[in-house]
């Protein structure tokens, strides 16, 4: 059960990271595409959200699923960067 | 982020700089083997075919410990120590402490090495440090784990090497945090296509940016671990209990109580496990018994965390009655915040609370920070090379350790699968290594071109990460319908990785090799 709360808050950040990857501005300028990017705003919103999954899993008490789930987002964070970028433009 | 002047922008550039030159090739060193031994339980199982599953404490044991109680002399019968040991069989150590001349606590007895069947397969006498040694069927996992722990340098050098290695780390870390200045606005950004030297920064900077937590806290637990036996013992020993190093030990991790030397039997030990499994929701990890076969017996047994928590436990059982006494905390007698961050620094550096789950994004962390200290040196050179101060000498070393290493590494793996059956895996495993850092010191001499060598290099990885699980079955591993019989699915998943590791790999090289004939043809049309 722990397992399936653990997993879902790991899908649910990691897709917000996907969704910040995909509109940030920087990202975007330097790969040439066009510059429709998140706002600051948004970017912030969108930042408190990844962490709330951590927040909750804190607020449960369950240290371990916080420590997997930091490791998964920054893992996860890396790799989406890293995989994804091939498919820009120059 | 953190705006420092630009004077001190440049002091900690070349901190770092530095730092990460000077040292990140140890530093590689010691974060790639701690990444593989984050797996060194399952790569030992893997590697010599262990299919078992049930702990040697979840089966009867109290019987063999009262035979090999018999059997041992008297003055080595002050402490017994039981933890596991091959194929979940039990490895029992009657010893009694003493001080070396050099001040230094160590314990000396006899060491048993059972078998399936409890009985004696090996026995051998003499200091902790001589007794303990790899064995034919852990010679793999043993080299792993010494390799990140001491570098093969003998104690204390080799520990203080690597917590010299792990503060490296955390100046590396801490500068780094400080020199960049767009940290969290530079996350998602790499430009693959721009000058080398922004492209190598874009690298080194995002992968370093994400796994910043963990190597503050990887490299932290990890000079703990270093410096925790060889120099915060003999201070705290030094400056609170005289030097003397054995009443520091009573006192920190000792069961306090007024000495009972009365002659009585040990209670049942597996009624002990038992009840311990039952407490914790799993078998102990280590056992011991202290003032052996007295009234005052305490029997502890340590257990990994319990589902949820990172914390270990340990419990208390009085010896001679064989019942429960209480929890204890990991230092001192009573919890507390101390004990706690004591307690929690070996799964934090280990990544083992959470089972495969934790050791898995443990692993990633690892390879994570591996890529930070390669990219970061080849930063440093590739911003070398732009103001025409080439280092080719450096840039080749960069390449010979950044591969071959794990060349290496995957060598020592193969070696130990041919040698095991044969009985000699203690002498070819570090010996395969050895010959596999020759090849690729020796390829790093004679290759003319430094992408041919590390083309070649990574061809080797690719090749031997594929051929692993083939080298396993054909001397004579379990395959894979014997290990999902028996439930040992560690064998299987390792086969997959290293399956996995080498096809990717190789077809990475491919997809690169067709990219660069593609290029070569387009530039050499207009020539034509």
């Not at chain 2, 900077?205 to 671990?225: E, I, K, Q, R």
């Not at chain 2, 789950?357 to 990219?375: D, E, H, P, Q, R």
Request: overall charge neutral.
């Amino acid at each position: 059960m722990m397992n399936s709360f653990l997993f879902a808050a790991i899908a649910i950040s990691l897709a917000l990271i996907v969704w910040l990857w995909h509109g940030d501005p920087k990202r975007r300028r330097s790969s040439g595409l066009p510059q429709v990017g998140n706002s600051a705003g948004k970017r912030r919103y969108l930042a408190f959200a990844v962490a709330l999954p951590g927040i909750m899993l804190a607020a449960i008490g369950d240290s371990a699923a916080v420590l997997v789930w930091l490791g998964s987002c920054s893992i996860g964070g890396w790799l989406v960067t890293q995989l994804r970028n091939g498919g820009d433009k120059a | 982020m953190i705006h420092l002047p630009k004077e001190e922008t440049k002091l900690m550039v070349a901190v770092h700089g530095w730092s990460g030159v000077l040292l990140g090739l140890v530093l590689y060193a010691v974060v790639i083997t701690g990444m593989a031994a984050v797996f060194a339980e399952e790569i030992g199982a893997w590697s010599a075919g262990h299919v078992e599953t049930q702990s040697a404490f979840a089966r009867p044991f109290d019987r063999s410990v009262r035979e090999l109680a018999a059997r041992t002399p008297n003055e080595f019968r002050d402490d017994v120590d039981l933890f596991e040991i091959g194929d979940h069989n039990l490895g029992v150590f009657f010893h009694r402490h003493e001080v070396a001349p050099s001040g230094e606590l160590i314990n000396r007895g006899v060491y048993y090495q059972l078998d399936r069947q409890g009985r004696v397969a090996n026995e051998l006498r003499g200091t902790g440090e001589e007794v303990f040694g790899p064995r034919n069927d852990d010679a793999l996992s043993s080299f792993l784990v010494d390799t990140h722990v001491r570098l093969h340098v003998p104690d204390p050098w080799g520990l203080l090497l690597t917590g010299v290695m792990g503060l490296a780390m955390l100046v590396a870390a801490i500068s780094g945090l400080l020199v960049h200045r767009h940290l969290f606005k530079d996350i998602f950004t790499l430009r693959r296509r721009a000058n080398p030297v922004l492209a190598d920064r874009d690298r080194h900077s995002v992968a370093g940016t994400w796994s910043l937590p963990f190597a503050f806290l990887l490299a932290f637990t990890g000079s703990f671990f270093s410096f925790f036996g060889t120099i915060g013992v003999p201070i705290v020993a030094m400056a609170a209990f005289g030097g003397d190093q054995q009443a520091f030990s009573d006192t920190v991790f000792g069961q306090p109580g007024k000495p009972n030397p009365t002659p009585q039997p040990i209670g049942n030990l597996d009624r002990i496990a038992a009840d311990a499994i039952g407490r914790t929701d799993g078998a102990p990890t280590f056992m011991t018994i202290e003032h052996f076969g007295r009234a005052d017996a305490a029997v502890t047994t340590f257990h990994e965390s319990k589902p949820g928590d990172i914390e270990p436990m340990t419990l208390v059982y009085h010896g001679g009655t064989a019942t429960f006494d209480r929890e204890k905390p990991s230092i001192g007698s009573k919890p507390s915040t101390g004990g706690t961050l004591a307690a929690i620094m070996a799964p934090l550096h280990f990544g083992n609370f959470a089972g495969v789950l934790s050791k898995a994004v443990w692993f990633g962390l690892g390879f994570a920070i591996c890529y930070v200290t390669l990219t970061g040196i080849r930063l440093w050179l590739a911003r070398r090379r732009e103001r025409q101060r080439s280092l080719d000498w450096l840039e080749r070393s960069v390449t010979v350790i950044g591969f071959g290493l794990p060349l290496a590494l995957l060598a020592a793996a193969a070696g130990f699968l041919v040698t095991m059956p044969l009985g000699s895996a203690v002498f070819w495993t570090p010996a395969s290594f050895l010959a596999a850092c020759a090849v690729a010191i020796l390829a790093g001499a004679v290759v003319p071109r430094q992408e041919e060598l590390q083309r070649g290099l990574q061809i080797a990885i690719g090749a031997l990460l594929a051929l692993l699980p083939l080298i396993r079955l054909a001397s004579g591993g379990p395959g894979w319908p014997a290990t999902i019989a028996s439930g040992q699915l560690a064998i299987m998943a390792v086969d997959i990785a290293t399956l996995a590791g080498g096809a990717w790999t190789l077809w990475r090289l491919s997809a690169q090799g067709r990219e660069r004939t593609a290029k070569d043809s387009a530039a050499l049309q207009p020539t034509e």
